[in-house]
């Protein structure tokens, strides 16, 4: 049998439901940060990709769109 506790309604702590605090896009928004031309570069480099700057703008651009979603 399970025990029971009585206790006075002004005992009881009340605060508010919030909905977005349940909601998981919220925290993968918080996480992205911005996408600069140096760090691209670097990456192609750490990876041995051969890139020019156009191809960097055009990452850029791309990424910052995919991640404003």
């Given at each position: 049998?399970?025990?029971?506790?009585?206790?006075?309604?002004?005992?009881?702590?009340?605060?508010?439901?919030?909905?977005?605090?349940?909601?998981?896009v919220?925290?993968m928004?918080?996480?992205m940060?911005?996408?600069?031309?140096?760090?691209?570069?670097?990456?192609?480099?750490?990876?041995?990709?051969?890139?020019?700057?156009?191809?960097?703008?055009?990452?850029?651009?791309?990424?910052?769109?995919?991640?404003?979603?």
């Amino acid at each position: 049998m399970k025990k029971v506790l009585v206790v006075k309604a002004s005992e009881v702590k009340v605060t508010p439901f919030v909905l977005d605090d349940f909601i998981q896009v919220k925290q993968m928004h918080g996480s992205m940060t911005k996408i600069t031309k140096k760090a691209l570069k670097q990456l192609a480099d750490d990876l041995g990709l051969s890139y020019d700057d156009k191809q960097i703008s055009f990452t850029k651009k791309l990424m910052t769109a995919y991640l404003e979603r």
